[in-house]
């Protein structure tokens, strides 16, 4: 049976948010705390979860034939793989991971050739290596279980390098964020094999399509109204420019219908002009996907 | 006062999802833990919580007009009721509940046949003794107060008839299903006498239409598009053929608008073809209901 | 900088409810707990979080430039701001609160002058001592930190001034209301400053044109369907007369495309006539804003 | 393997604070959600869960040999079984359930002779009939499947049977208790041939009496004290005269030391006296049984 | 009847620990969030809750007779009460309540007579305007409605007066702490009414003694142990002085029994000198009072 | 400063009960998810939260002086540090961890040998590594990043290497126990150098002590009754040997007083001896340390 694609869900933090956004895109995923192995309603489809800091040797294996993980694992393990594109949840973060060097406030360390000799804690252990080996500065580089910023507070090492989105917990705790190593978003990763069959490639672009359309939905609405005819270049010219109105004829009336896609920021700006401009019957609805 | 209808809301396992269902279908009820009159914002409307178990007999007796309760106590309790429709809930489950017979897995009971002379535990004792009876199969069937599962694998009974949609649970406690008795879903009643009378009949209709259309919206949505006049016969072509689609013109275009309702499972298949066959501006909206 | 408005988030009750109404008009604003300053996705506004008691002073003094508060406060504190609207927060309640006077149930009280030479306790002291002192009734009005109900119970006090809603919890105390003293909803306030400045005032009318917009849409649904040409006045008189309908023909065809506004409750009307009338492929779409 | 005895642990409202009164008494007993075998440390037991309904009929057939239930369900049953002694539970409430008879407030029924052919909702069907079959007192005694309460006050039945505390909730609800008609507490039960075998009654009685010294030592205290030789027989006048003290001398010294059991209220009283009779060095200890 | 004594348990955050406390002391105060009688197993005392900035206010009216709150608001309120002890409170905090001048951390005041025409916001009004008065430095003092802190974040006012107990959350704001101005503990307050009267005196000298007992023995163990008659005088040097150890002789023995009390700190310390100096069979058991 | 001691406490699984016992052995250790110090009431000791897999190389480098964790995680990083003695807590279990080799339900493999080849995940890599070369068997082992189990149920690897209490999780799962690889209890280590300090030894040695007494009283309770002088013999003979009961005279009486300590399950099988050989005002107590 060639026809099932094994799809790789990442577990752990983008866990919900990727099965809420495979829901948006039709797809109900069902994880239940009893079984290891999440439904879903495609016969097409056959879902594993896998730690991100695993998916990347499964895909480059072919053991599973895409799947969705950050790009900082995927690096870390040097896979061999297909990017097929980012995925930015809006509902994790819109700002991509940043993974950062980090000592104590009162550190003299400024730069990472300051590290000379050091002890560092990380749980990225094989990217970290590449990045002071090919500086040619010599450090210790040790695998870090967890609580690593804990690590350099209690002076167990020198310094760490961690994952952050803003910086204002590593701040909280007292530290320094010497430098960024390397930045990370989510992407949809396949195997060469998989990419290479005609029928498995086709049914990963159509899961592809579909997560992008639902992302591309977020915070956009959909504004309709009745505008008359002869202020129609107006009321266009106040619409975002992104995609065309749709514009149609009322049924006996000079009044035309009018609907366009926006954001909903955009809202807020464009409300006022189109009631100076003379609209009416303005409603805003909500909108599931944007293809 | 003639022109109120008096309605029972199946309390317990049904209790929130027909809330739920009313709320979509336009009338909100508000169950307050702290009284036992649930609200109801429609002055021809008075509910009241019933336990599905005593239903049918309230219906019967006409002490209420209707009511929404699983099929298998209005036959438990041979209830003379009328029954206007059924209601299968998505949000609890589109899988019919089932009554099954069910043993221990190192039973030897094979059939019903082979449990002559046994005591079966059960909620439903009337059915059961009236199925045995069907079949001449001399049984003592004894009331169960709850924990049924328990008892066959306390050996405090031989068999017993239990309710369960997948089975699923009944294996993971070690029993075995040897077959099913009966078959439910939840239905809408009315007393003989309701139904007789025009102006309670009409409430009733109304209620049942705005249920149906709310529960036949769950899982759908609109897609809407643009599309070049002449694809126009290969678009509708793709498009799910159980409703027409809406065809009309685009203002200053050669272009037509184009809106059709499917489930979220058509719009998987659906989309990449659209976009083969150039239509553009596709977006993908919520339905409430579907009439 | 001129172009940024302080906007005053009112702390506590309608906390929730106002952070929940920006956002369905189109403004995130984020409260943390671990920050005193709500953030707010509009580089025009400056959000703070202020008690209800508090915000007539604050606007008042122009050290914010409007914010939303309950009308009482205002008139406790007989702030001298401008009432640019009122606010109804269906999410709340769309009943008004009321202050009430209050006694036991066993008292003599009927009315207000009753209480000459009482004690009476509530967090309203400026408005209960006006109020009294307009009816020449001498009384002690004494602050009450709270739990005012429980002073009245344990004989603290002679009567209480205390806010309602429905009045029922005030009845299962075995408390009785004497009288209602002032109805309250809540406002949007802006100082008279900011009125004056042309910038300011063009930004809280947007905010205030987009606010009203998104309660106007609660409880309201759009309904389309497909009507033959032949029934169209009549079907377009069973449609509420509030807002016309928004009609267009359809392509290839004497059917046209008929789409209306209304509230949830209309349309457990509107749908059995319109079946009726012979309309066809009728949905029920939600709605986010009507302007 | 005769000896090993079969005991009833009464599954629902009483369940945890058995548990609990066995863990106090040196049995655990460890209750899974994910097992119908309730474990306990002691080879020669075997709990089982069952619902205190069905505790009679399963102790009189000796399907287990003893179980802990409240009267009321023993007397429901008609169960012919050995009542070892009574439990009453602190931890649940002092104070016996009641079984009453309760009307609507505006109900004219004073008595149950005023019920002459009505219709009552219990789950106490058993015990209902009786009671009415005796005073020769024709009634129409229904199952009730639950909320029992809202029966009468939806008009549902004309009175009902229920079981109470203090009768506060009723009230609350806006019933009216025309009368009890039983009272309750948990018993402990044994079936006749396990109280005529004798390993088996042996154990039963092990386990009642340290039930019941575990219960004994509820709100019970030990308060030790150093005190005067001369002072000896005014301080022990003071002291709880239900046991004797524990009196002892000390080393080198004219004190004696002065034990002695008591309730924590008897504390309240009795340590001023003690205080102004000189005693010295007082403290108070926890205990875990008093036997 | 005079025989019964009101007393005023504190509201809000003492609320639990003085239950706690009360239980230990052996009273059972039950608070239902239903009703607002707490309940009391002591048919002399009749138990009300008051706001601990209301208690000074009530005693001193002699509404209630006794009554726990903390020094501050007795002091705010000036009322004229008796303070009969202090209760400091181990579930809370050992550390008394400070109350505070604070201000941002970029302001220049360095003292109060910086504060020469500020604006103070606090919840202490009374106190914080005597405080300046004193001093001779006017200020406009106005009444927080609460989040006090954030006002002077916010600009909103110069300067505040506000509770702490570290100042541990002033400083995670960006705040900083200009000078002490009152520290409080809980006390417990009579009228002089009640202390004028010897039973109520009696009652309250009673409750005082048995919380101050609860009070004593939290942290504190007892520890047991036999010792040779010949090393009694080395192991009795070893143990805590504050007590005198209890000594007795052992039946047909040369070894003595040993007991006494301290805390659980010095029980580290003691226990490793003990086992040196051949004490054996040592145990610690708990208490609940040390009087 | 020498005389501190630098102590590891375990994060994790083993976190909240060692919490706990050094709580029942005198130390209050406060953990704040605000903080990454643990605080310790004792200026002798300085504690840090290590994962037990780090703990065994933080103590052999001396970072930390002392900690407690698994011995599996130390014998997995072959640190070189003395271990001082073995801790088993019953609060988590008082059975063993064990570390198991794991294969499908339907796997063929009987025996380490059979996994020739295979690819094993687990957390232990060392440890694994060790002794499949030990055994000349040639297997890949890889590091799982957690869900171990849920690789040999999706076909990700051959085998796993996994801990477990019961083996009942392991078969719930459907997989099967291969064989026991080592068994591992919570240990308290110390590095080479902090075992030659004499201070840091000793202080070392008293944390041993305290902490094993607090261990040792669980489960264990006093107990204490009056017995005739007559019946002393018989009733010493009853109690448990393992410690001399303390007999002591009565005051004025020819009774003894007699107090032993044994185990909640000794208790039910000595109470009814007690009481047929005459022993009165018998009274079970709690401990909290038995030395």
């Known amino acids: ?23 948006k895109a039709g797809w109900q995923i069902s994880i239940s705390s009893r079984s ?22 499964y895909v480059e294996r072919g053991t599973i034939d895409a799947g969705i993980a950050g790009r900082d694992w995927v690096r870390e393990n040097e896979a061999d793989v297909v990017e097929v594109c980012e995925m930015v949840y809006s509902k994790v973060s819109r700002r991509p991971a940043r993974w950062v060097l ?11 050739e300051d590290l000379h000799g050091a002890t560092i804690s990380t749980e990225l252990v094989g990217f970290t290596k590449r990045y002071f080996a090919e500086r040619n500065i010599p450090v210790n580089v040790e695998f870090s279980w967890g609580a690593t910023e804990a690590k350099v507070v209690d002076g167990l090492c020198d310094a760490i390098v961690e994952v952050t989105e803003t910086g204002s917990t590593i701040k909280a705790n007292g530290l320094r964020i010497v430098c960024d190593l390397m930045e990370s978003v989510p992407v949809l990763l396949a195997s060469t094999s998989a990419w290479a069959d005609p029928w498995k490639r086709e049914k990963i672009e159509q899961i592809a399509t579909l997560l992008k359309s639902s992302l591309a939905a977020e915070g956009m609405v959909g504004l309709k109204m009745n505008a008359p005819a002869s202020r129609i270049e107006a009321i266009t010219k106040v619409l ?5 109105p749709t514009i149609s004829h009322l049924y006996n009336s000079d009044w035309l219908s009018v609907e366009s896609i926006m954001s909903e920021k955009e809202v807020r700006r464009v409300v006022p002009e189109l009631l100076k401009l003379g609209a009416e019957g303005i409603i805003e609805y909500p909108l599931n996907k944007i293809i």
Chains 1, 2, 3, 4, 5, 6 share one sequence.
Do not use: H, W
């Open 36 to 57: 290891y192995f999440p439904g879903v309603d495609d016969s097409e489809m056959n879902c594993k979860l896998i730690r991100p800091q695993e998916m990347g040797k």
């Open 1 to 23: 049976m060639n026809n099932v694609l094994n799809f790789g869900i990442p577990k752990g933090s983008l866990e919900n948010a990727t099965v809420e956004l495979f829901k």
């Open 102 to 112: 980090v000592v104590g406030s009162d550190s003299k360390v400024q730069g990472p």
């Open 240 to 244: 975002p420019s992104l995609k065309n």
